[in-house]
């Protein structure tokens, strides 16, 4: 059943409104009706023949047709719809931060998203992982830190790095460290040729061992050189005999030289006096990272030992001193740029409760 209809009344201004919209090639489609609508029942036409002349039902003219009546201009507009509630809220959210501060499930070592939707148990996986995305927290990657208790961190940090900005005069600084246990392994190794084509190398699973050997390492802060040599093992009196030849590669020179915290690394008292031209500094606790020769470490194991095999130990130690040689014809220092070296705790980077 219709309604009865109303009698509309247009302003001149309204008029021009819905005119100009009528003309317009860009006025959408439910909008031109409507001001079609609304302009005819002005001129008096009944309801069904508007809806004949537009093309609507009836019921239609007699909504706009009312809604101008009641409210204007404004009332051909749609009003504002409520839409579906959202089926997850900040409550859901909280819920996962808070699960994500617990343990995984026993047997597992950390969460996932299914195992996340699985304990929330109203939370599609889904969401679990929008919400993950969205927060940046990415339940696969994982980053170890250490954290340096040293009372006297600050100390020994600008001891060390003062030795890299600004080095005594006339003074060699050294950092000298040891890269234990290097295998010697023998794995069958060639070019393979994948079915797309594609072709690289490869080595086997399988491996053979012919021992391990110790590296001691001196870099030499001004020009980047490497002074190196091989031990069976890193005890005390291996380090003394590689600090002896350090020494004598520098003679009448005073040697600065920048050591971690390890026993054998200390205590050498006796030494030291033996040799007053030389002065150990020490990185502070669980700060080896301050040590330079640790950089170098790491070029030498992906330049050199990664991917490699040998047949023996001394076809390792040979392979080491080759590697070393070419270094050296090529060393450039390395450049201290970090602003500053701080004793930071980690405590206010974990993810909160939203």
């Keep these: 059943m219709i309604p009865e209809a109303k009698e509309v009344h247009l302003s001149r201004k309204d008029r021009k409104v819905l005119e100009a919209c009528c003309r317009s090639p ?182 053979k061992r012919h021992g391990t050997t110790t590296l001691f390492a001196a870099l030499e802060v001004a020009t980047g050189k490497i002074i190196a040599t091989h031990s069976k093992r890193r005890r005390r009196v291996e380090f003394l005999d590689f600090m002896n030849s350090v020494a004598a590669a520098f003679p009448g020179r005073k040697l600065h030289v920048i050591l971690d915290n390890l026993n054998t690394h200390k205590k050498n008292e006796p030494w030291l006096k033996a040799h007053p031209n030389v002065q150990f500094h020490f990185t502070p606790t669980s700060a080896s990272w301050l040590n330079q020769v640790e950089v170098w470490f790491s070029i030498l194991q992906g330049q050199s030992l990664s991917g490699t095999s040998f047949t023996s130990l001394n076809q390792l130690q040979e392979h080491i001193d080759a590697y070393v040689n070419a270094y050296n014809d090529k060393a450039e220092p390395f450049i201290w740029t970090k602003k500053k070296v701080c004793q930071r705790r980690f405590k206010g980077r974990r993810i909160t409760q939203l």
Excluded at 152 to 173: C, E, M, Q, R, S
């Design 26 to 207: 860009v006025t959408l489609q439910r909008d031109l009706k409507r001001a079609r609508i609304v302009l005819l029942a002005a001129d008096g036409r009944s309801t069904r023949s508007i809806a004949k002349e537009v093309g609507v039902q009836p019921r239609i003219v007699s909504l706009w047709r009312h809604r101008y009546a009641d409210h204007g201009l404004e009332g051909l507009q749609d009003k504002p719809r409520p839409g579906k509630q959202p089926i997850y809220t900040k409550v859901t959210d909280k819920r996962i931060l808070k699960l994500l501060d617990k343990p995984a499930p026993q047997g597992f070592a950390r969460w996932t998203g299914p195992l996340l939707a699985e304990a929330l148990g109203d939370v599609d996986v889904q969401y679990v992982w929008r919400f993950l995305r969205s927060h940046k927290i990415d339940l696969a990657a994982r980053k170890s830190w250490c954290e340096s208790n040293d009372p006297n961190f600050t100390a020994k940090a600008a001891d060390v790095v003062g030795l890299y900005v600004a080095p005594p005069a006339k003074a060699i600084v050294l950092c000298v460290d040891e890269k234990p246990s290097i295998q010697a392994l023998e794995r069958a190794q060639g070019y393979l040729k994948l079915p797309n084509g594609r072709a690289l190398t490869g080595q086997s699973h399988d491996y």
